[in-house]
Nanobody, 118 residues
Framework: QVQLVESGGGLVQAGGSLRLSCVVS????????IGWYRQAPGKQRDLVAS???????NYADSVKGRFTISRDNAKNTVYLQMNSLKPEDTAVYYC????????????WGQGTQVTVSS
């Protein structure tokens, strides 16, 4: 059974940076395309970045140029480097399979809270 453990969130001022990590276990990490998602209160969970097995990346327009997704297959870990943070980036961030490629895993992690103050 897949387990997803996100970490690295916190409180940061606008313009600041954070680096999120997600450790994936219970599946063969290297053959999966992985995405970072975020969910703000009262809103749906949106895909903000993804990386496939060839390390091709895609980003939502709202984060393009500010966020960078990467992966370390040896550590079964995907990262999200977030720079130039804005208050509208405030949300709980989750990782899972890239839903643009296939079905997400049914079990989500606890997520990591990112709060950006103005």
């Amino acid at each position: 059974q897949v387990q997803l453990v996100e970490s690295g969130g916190g409180l940061v001022q606008a313009g600041g940076s954070l680096r999120l990590s997600c450790v994936v276990s219970g599946v063969t990490f290297s053959v999966n395309s992985i995405g970072w998602y975020r969910q703000a209160p009262g809103k749906q969970r949106d895909l903000v970045a993804s990386i496939n097995v060839r390390r091709t990346t895609n980003y939502a327009d709202s984060v393009k140029g500010r966020f960078t997704i990467s992966r370390d297959n040896a550590k079964n870990t995907v990262y999200l480097q977030m720079n130039s943070l804005k208050p509208e980036d405030t949300a709980v961030y989750y990782c899972n399979r890239d839903r643009g490629v296939g079905a997400v895993w049914p079990t989500w992690g606890q997520g990591t809270q990112v709060t950006v103050s103005s």
